[in-house]
C-alpha cells in the first residue's frame, strides 16, 4: 500500500525470499488484501539472489512493494537485517515468504503492541496449511535441552519431558501471554526495541537467529509476547527444503554457535562431539538399509547428507 512522505507507515513487512515465487505471490497477496485496518503500510521483499521468478514477479504483479534484490544469497538473518535498513514504519514485522496472513491478523498484532508498550516483540497463531495449531511458542533451551530436541533422542523418545517443557507443552495456548520466545516466521517488532537491541545476529546464516534475538530482547528488559488472536498460515521449511544437506549443516552449525555464544565453549564442544555421533550412527542405519535394498533413492540422499555434516565437523563458517 502506497503512502505519502509526510505520514509513516504504522507497520513495515519484511520478506526474505529464496526461489519460492509461487508462495510469495501468495504471502503478498494475503498481506495486500488484509493490510487495511491502519493508515499506511510498507511491504519490503529482501530477495536473496532467486533463480526463479521471484524478482520480476514481484515487479510485475505488485508494484507497490519495495524490492530489495541481492546478488547472492544473504541467508535469513542479514536478508531481514537489510530490510530493516529500509524500513519506515513504528513496527517491523518479519515474515517468512511461505506463511500467509489470515483476516486482519497484521492489524490484530499492531492494535496489541500499541496497547501493551512493554512488549517489545510479538508472533501470532502458527497454523498449518489444513488449520492445525503450529506450536511456535518456546521456553529458552538450556544445555540439555540441546541434546534432547531435534536429535536422535528426540526422535527415539519423541514425548520426552525436556522436549515437552521447551515447547511449552504445560501452558495452554488459547490466551495471549509472554514467552521466552518464538518461531521467528512471524514476528512483530518495535521500532524502538529494534534499536536497542539492535539487529539479528548475521553470525547465523539462518535459524536460531529469532531465538538469539529474543534472548537478547528479554535481556533489554522487553517483554515478548505470543498472541494468537492472530493468526498466520506457515507452510513451513519450503526454501529449505529444496537443499536438505544444507539446511541440516545450518541448523546444527546455528545450534552449536547458539550454545558457545549463551552456555560457553565446554558445552558447544561437548553438544558439537554428540551431535556428530548421532549423525555417525544414522549413517550406519541408512548405510545398512541401503544394502539390502530398502527404499535406495532415499537411503542415498540421506547418506549423503549425513557424510556431508560429518564431513564438516559442524564448524563454524568462517565468515
Not at 524500513?87 to 492494535?111: C, H, K, Q, S, W
Not at 528488559?221 to 507452510?235: D, F, R, S
Not at 556428530?276 to 540421506?302: N, S
Request: with cysteine; charged share 20%.
Amino acid at each position: 500500500m502506497p503512502f505519502s512522505s509526510d505520514v509513516l507507515p504504522d507497520l513495515s513487512v519484511i520478506i526474505v525470499n529464496w526461489n519460492v515465487c509461487a508462495l510469495l505471490r501468495r504471502c503478498l497477496h494475503s498481506i495486500l488484501t488484509t493490510s487495511t485496518s491502519w493508515p499506511a503500510s510498507q511491504v519490503i521483499v529482501v530477495d536473496c539472489a532467486s533463480t526463479d521468478d521471484s524478482v520480476a514477479m514481484v515487479q510485475r504483479e505488485f508494484p507497490d512493494v519495495q524490492m530489495v534484490a541481492s546478488l547472492e544469497n544473504l541467508g535469513y538473518a542479514r536478508g531481514a537485517n537489510l530490510g530493516a535498513a529500509h524500513a519506515l514504519g513504528r513496527y517491523i514485522m518479519i515474515m517468512n515468504p511461505d506463511t500467509e496472513v489470515v483476516d486482519d491478523a497484521l492489524a490484530v498484532l499492531v492494535r496489541y503492541m500499541d496497547a501493551h508498550p512493554e512488549v517489545g516483540a510479538a508472533g501470532p497463531q502458527l497454523c498449518y496449511a489444513d488449520g492445525r495449531a503450529q506450536p511456535s511458542r518456546r521456553r529458552f533451551p538450556t544445555p540439555t535441552t540441546a541434546f534432547w530436541e531435534s536429535t536422535l533422542l528426540q526422535q527415539w523418545f519423541p514425548l520426552n519431558r525436556f522436549a515437552r517443557y521447551y515447547y511449552m507443552a504445560d501452558r495452554a495456548a488459547g490466551s495471549a501471554q509472554p514467552v521466552d520466545w518464538l518461531v521467528g516466521a512471524a514476528l512483530i517488532i518495535r521500532r524502538t526495541t529494534w534499536e536497542d537491541v539492535g539487529p539479528l545476529d548475521e553470525g547465523y546464516f539462518m535459524y536460531f537467529e529469532e531465538l538469539d534475538w529474543c534472548r537478547r530482547c528479554r535481556a533489554a528488559g522487553w517483554e515478548v509476547h505470543y498472541v494468537p488472536q492472530a493468526v498466520v498460515i506457515h507452510h513451513e521449511a519450503q526454501s529449505s527444503d529444496q537443499v536438505p544437506v544444507a539446511r541440516t549443516l545450518h541448523f546444527q552449525r546455528s545450534k552449536v554457535r547458539y550454545f558457545r555464544k549463551y552456555h560457553g565453549i565446554m558445552w558447544a564442544s561437548f553438544l558439537r562431539l554428540f551431535l556428530l555421533g548421532t549423525f555417525a550412527i544414522q549413517l550406519i542405519e541408512e548405510t545398512l538399509k541401503w544394502l539390502i535394498g530398502h527404499k535406495r533413492p532415499l537411503r542415498r540422499g540421506r547418506m549423503n547428507a549425513y557424510w556431508q555434516v560429518l564431513r564438516s565437523g559442524l564448524r563454524e563458517n568462517t565468515r
